[in-house]
Protein backbone atom coordinates (compact mmCIF):
# COMPACT_ATOMS: atom_id res chain seq x y z
CA UNK A 1 0.00 0.00 0.00
CA UNK A 2 1.09 3.42 -0.47
CA UNK A 3 -0.17 5.51 1.82
CA UNK A 4 0.31 8.96 0.16
CA UNK A 5 -1.03 8.27 -3.26
CA UNK A 6 -3.90 9.16 -4.34
CA UNK A 7 -6.95 6.80 -5.04
CA UNK A 8 -8.99 5.47 -8.12
CA UNK A 9 -11.59 2.87 -8.12
CA UNK A 10 -12.66 2.32 -11.89
CA UNK A 11 -15.69 -0.51 -12.31
CA UNK A 12 -15.20 -2.90 -15.15
CA UNK A 13 -11.75 -2.82 -15.50
CA UNK A 14 -10.12 -5.67 -16.50
CA UNK A 15 -10.31 -5.00 -20.78
CA UNK A 16 -10.67 -2.93 -23.22
CA UNK A 17 -11.39 1.52 -22.26
CA UNK A 18 -11.58 0.41 -18.91
CA UNK A 19 -8.31 -1.91 -18.60
CA UNK A 20 -6.37 1.45 -20.58
CA UNK A 21 -7.85 3.62 -17.76
CA UNK A 22 -6.20 1.53 -15.34
CA UNK A 23 -3.37 1.25 -16.94
CA UNK A 24 -3.15 4.91 -17.26
CA UNK A 25 -4.00 6.00 -13.86
CA UNK A 26 -1.53 3.32 -12.31
CA UNK A 27 1.08 4.92 -14.43
CA UNK A 28 0.42 8.38 -13.41
CA UNK A 29 0.98 7.55 -9.22
CA UNK A 30 -3.19 6.55 -8.32
CA UNK A 31 -3.31 3.18 -6.59
CA UNK A 32 -6.11 1.68 -8.65
CA UNK A 33 -8.92 -0.57 -7.48
CA UNK A 34 -10.73 -2.41 -10.56
CA UNK A 35 -13.67 -4.64 -10.91
CA UNK A 36 -14.02 -7.70 -13.07
CA UNK A 37 -16.82 -10.29 -12.86
CA UNK A 38 -13.93 -12.73 -14.35
CA UNK A 39 -11.69 -14.15 -11.88
CA UNK A 40 -8.79 -14.82 -14.59
CA UNK A 41 -8.77 -11.75 -15.71
CA UNK A 42 -8.10 -10.04 -11.77
CA UNK A 43 -4.53 -11.99 -12.16
CA UNK A 44 -3.00 -8.41 -12.78
CA UNK A 45 0.64 -7.26 -11.84
CA UNK A 46 1.63 -3.81 -10.35
CA UNK A 47 2.45 -1.30 -12.99
CA UNK A 48 3.77 2.34 -12.63
CA UNK A 49 3.97 4.18 -9.86
CA UNK A 50 0.75 3.17 -8.32
CA UNK A 51 -0.47 -0.40 -7.69
CA UNK A 52 -3.20 -1.81 -9.51
CA UNK A 53 -5.56 -4.03 -7.17
CA UNK A 54 -8.13 -6.42 -8.89
CA UNK A 55 -11.52 -6.94 -6.92
CA UNK A 56 -13.96 -10.10 -8.10
CA UNK A 57 -17.37 -8.63 -7.97
CA UNK A 58 -20.22 -8.33 -9.90
CA UNK A 59 -21.42 -4.46 -9.40
CA UNK A 60 -25.04 -5.21 -10.23
CA UNK A 61 -25.45 -6.88 -7.13
CA UNK A 62 -26.73 -3.94 -5.19
CA UNK A 63 -26.36 -2.98 -2.32
CA UNK A 64 -24.33 -5.51 -1.32
CA UNK A 65 -21.54 -4.34 -3.75
CA UNK A 66 -21.61 -0.91 -2.76
CA UNK A 67 -21.13 -1.83 0.48
CA UNK A 68 -18.35 -4.33 0.09
CA UNK A 69 -16.40 -1.92 -2.22
CA UNK A 70 -16.50 0.67 0.36
CA UNK A 71 -15.54 -1.47 3.02
CA UNK A 72 -12.38 -2.64 1.07
CA UNK A 73 -11.45 0.67 0.33
CA UNK A 74 -11.76 2.62 3.73
CA UNK A 75 -10.13 -0.57 5.15
CA UNK A 76 -7.34 -0.72 2.60
CA UNK A 77 -6.73 3.25 1.88
CA UNK A 78 -9.13 4.80 3.85
CA UNK A 79 -9.45 7.59 0.72
CA UNK A 80 -10.88 7.97 -2.48
CA UNK A 81 -9.70 10.42 -5.12
CA UNK A 82 -11.24 9.42 -8.02
CA UNK A 83 -14.44 7.84 -9.27
CA UNK A 84 -14.67 6.20 -13.05
CA UNK A 85 -18.58 3.88 -13.25
CA UNK A 86 -16.99 2.30 -16.90
CA UNK A 87 -18.68 -0.89 -16.41
CA UNK A 88 -20.91 -1.24 -19.30
CA UNK A 89 -22.91 -3.88 -21.94
CA UNK A 90 -23.24 -3.28 -25.01
CA UNK A 91 -26.44 -5.47 -26.08
CA UNK A 92 -28.54 -4.82 -28.84
CA UNK A 93 -31.93 -5.01 -29.40
CA UNK A 94 -34.79 -3.21 -31.64
CA UNK A 95 -38.07 -2.46 -30.34
CA UNK A 96 -39.85 -5.32 -31.80
CA UNK A 97 -36.78 -7.70 -29.68
CA UNK A 98 -36.63 -5.44 -26.60
CA UNK A 99 -37.81 -6.90 -23.24
CA UNK A 100 -38.15 -6.03 -20.45
CA UNK A 101 -35.34 -8.27 -19.06
CA UNK A 102 -32.68 -6.06 -21.31
CA UNK A 103 -33.95 -3.17 -20.12
CA UNK A 104 -33.54 -3.68 -17.00
CA UNK A 105 -30.18 -4.96 -17.91
CA UNK A 106 -29.05 -2.02 -19.23
CA UNK A 107 -30.47 0.52 -16.42
CA UNK A 108 -29.06 -1.34 -13.71
CA UNK A 109 -25.70 -1.20 -15.09
CA UNK A 110 -24.96 2.66 -16.36
CA UNK A 111 -27.62 4.11 -14.02
CA UNK A 112 -28.52 2.49 -11.34
CA UNK A 113 -24.90 1.09 -10.38
CA UNK A 114 -23.36 4.88 -10.65
CA UNK A 115 -26.25 6.61 -8.82
CA UNK A 116 -25.72 3.87 -5.59
CA UNK A 117 -21.74 3.83 -5.84
CA UNK A 118 -21.66 7.33 -6.01
CA UNK A 119 -23.71 7.98 -3.06
CA UNK A 120 -21.86 5.08 -0.86
CA UNK A 121 -18.45 6.78 -1.79
CA UNK A 122 -19.69 10.73 -1.80
CA UNK A 123 -18.63 11.20 1.70
CA UNK A 124 -14.59 10.07 0.84
CA UNK A 125 -15.08 11.95 -2.58
CA UNK A 126 -15.63 15.07 -0.69
CA UNK A 127 -13.15 14.81 1.80
CA UNK A 128 -10.36 14.19 -1.11
CA UNK A 129 -11.95 17.10 -3.55
CA UNK A 130 -12.45 14.22 -5.35
CA UNK A 131 -13.99 13.38 -9.01
CA UNK A 132 -16.24 11.16 -10.50
CA UNK A 133 -16.11 10.50 -14.00
CA UNK A 134 -19.17 8.67 -16.25
CA UNK A 135 -18.10 6.66 -19.38
CA UNK A 136 -20.94 7.68 -21.86
CA UNK A 137 -21.00 7.17 -25.69
CA UNK A 138 -20.18 9.22 -28.41
CA UNK A 139 -23.72 8.97 -30.09
CA UNK A 140 -25.58 9.58 -27.10
CA UNK A 141 -27.51 12.59 -29.41
CA UNK A 142 -28.16 10.59 -31.88
CA UNK A 143 -29.17 6.66 -30.85
CA UNK A 144 -28.80 3.57 -32.77
CA UNK A 145 -32.75 2.05 -33.30
CA UNK A 146 -30.44 -1.22 -33.17
CA UNK A 147 -29.25 -0.47 -29.77
CA UNK A 148 -32.59 0.82 -28.44
CA UNK A 149 -31.86 0.17 -24.38
CA UNK A 150 -28.91 0.72 -24.73
CA UNK A 151 -28.55 4.17 -25.91
CA UNK A 152 -31.45 5.19 -23.98
CA UNK A 153 -29.57 4.02 -20.63
CA UNK A 154 -26.34 5.68 -21.63
CA UNK A 155 -28.23 9.31 -22.74
CA UNK A 156 -29.51 8.87 -18.97
CA UNK A 157 -25.84 8.68 -17.96
CA UNK A 158 -24.85 12.11 -19.58
CA UNK A 159 -27.98 13.34 -17.64
CA UNK A 160 -27.30 12.21 -14.42
CA UNK A 161 -23.69 13.47 -14.26
CA UNK A 162 -25.27 17.37 -14.80
CA UNK A 163 -27.57 16.41 -11.80
CA UNK A 164 -24.23 14.56 -9.80
CA UNK A 165 -22.25 17.53 -10.91
CA UNK A 166 -24.55 20.08 -9.14
CA UNK A 167 -25.55 17.78 -6.12
CA UNK A 168 -21.70 17.15 -4.97
CA UNK A 169 -20.36 20.54 -6.02
CA UNK A 170 -18.43 22.66 -5.02
CA UNK A 171 -16.13 19.39 -3.27
CA UNK A 172 -16.37 17.11 -6.12
CA UNK A 173 -16.57 17.33 -10.31
CA UNK A 174 -18.09 14.84 -11.73
CA UNK A 175 -17.62 14.92 -15.91
CA UNK A 176 -18.44 12.79 -18.49
CA UNK A 177 -16.44 10.91 -21.29
CA UNK A 178 -18.08 9.92 -24.36
CA UNK A 179 -15.93 7.80 -26.66
CA UNK A 180 -16.83 6.93 -30.33
CA UNK A 181 -15.10 3.93 -31.67
CA UNK A 182 -11.88 3.25 -30.29
CA UNK A 183 -12.02 -0.23 -30.62
CA UNK A 184 -13.54 -2.28 -32.99
CA UNK A 185 -15.83 -5.32 -31.80
CA UNK A 186 -14.90 -8.88 -32.76
CA UNK A 187 -15.94 -9.80 -35.95
CA UNK A 188 -17.18 -6.26 -36.84
CA UNK A 189 -17.42 -6.07 -40.84
CA UNK A 190 -14.97 -4.25 -42.66
CA UNK A 191 -17.44 -2.51 -45.04
CA UNK A 192 -19.12 -1.01 -41.64
CA UNK A 193 -15.82 -0.05 -40.39
CA UNK A 194 -14.93 1.79 -43.56
CA UNK A 195 -18.24 3.62 -43.94
CA UNK A 196 -17.67 4.55 -40.22
CA UNK A 197 -14.11 6.22 -40.86
CA UNK A 198 -15.34 7.60 -43.71
CA UNK A 199 -17.66 9.84 -42.03
CA UNK A 200 -15.35 10.87 -39.33
CA UNK A 201 -13.55 14.26 -40.11
CA UNK A 202 -9.87 12.49 -38.58
CA UNK A 203 -10.70 9.82 -41.19
CA UNK A 204 -9.77 7.20 -38.42
CA UNK A 205 -10.46 5.59 -35.03
CA UNK A 206 -8.99 6.06 -32.05
CA UNK A 207 -7.75 3.70 -29.50
CA UNK A 208 -8.61 3.20 -25.83
CA UNK A 209 -5.84 4.76 -24.71
CA UNK A 210 -7.45 8.27 -25.96
CA UNK A 211 -9.75 7.69 -23.70
CA UNK A 212 -7.75 6.88 -20.58
CA UNK A 213 -5.66 10.19 -21.17
CA UNK A 214 -9.02 12.19 -21.27
CA UNK A 215 -9.67 10.27 -17.42
CA UNK A 216 -6.52 11.45 -16.39
CA UNK A 217 -6.92 14.82 -17.44
CA UNK A 218 -9.87 15.10 -15.88
CA UNK A 219 -8.35 13.38 -12.35
CA UNK A 220 -5.43 15.27 -12.04
CA UNK A 221 -5.86 18.85 -13.94
CA UNK A 222 -9.23 19.09 -14.68
CA UNK A 223 -10.27 20.63 -11.39
CA UNK A 224 -12.59 23.84 -12.91
CA UNK A 225 -14.28 21.39 -15.22
CA UNK A 226 -17.96 20.26 -14.07
CA UNK A 227 -20.92 18.87 -15.25
CA UNK A 228 -19.50 18.16 -18.96
CA UNK A 229 -19.48 15.75 -21.42
CA UNK A 230 -16.74 15.40 -23.66
CA UNK A 231 -16.53 13.70 -26.60
CA UNK A 232 -13.57 11.39 -27.46
CA UNK A 233 -14.73 10.41 -31.18
CA UNK A 234 -12.62 12.29 -33.48
CA UNK A 235 -15.09 14.46 -34.56
CA UNK A 236 -17.52 12.32 -36.39
CA UNK A 237 -20.36 13.61 -34.02
CA UNK A 238 -19.96 16.99 -35.56
CA UNK A 239 -20.72 15.85 -39.02
Known amino acids: MHLNNRVALVTGGS ?52 DALLETVQQSFGR ?16 SHTSLRLIRRVNRVHIEVPIVLTKAFAQLLRASKG ?34 ARELAPEVTVNGVAPGVLEWPPGFPEHDKDAYVARTPLARTGTPADAARLVRYLATEGSYITGQIIRVDGGRSII
Open 80 to 95: LDVLVHNASIYDDGRL
Open 15 to 66: KRIGRAIVQELADSGFDVLYTTRDQRAADAPASGKGRIVPITLDVTALPQSA
Open 131 to 164: HVINMIDAGIDRPMPAYLAYSASKAALANLTISM
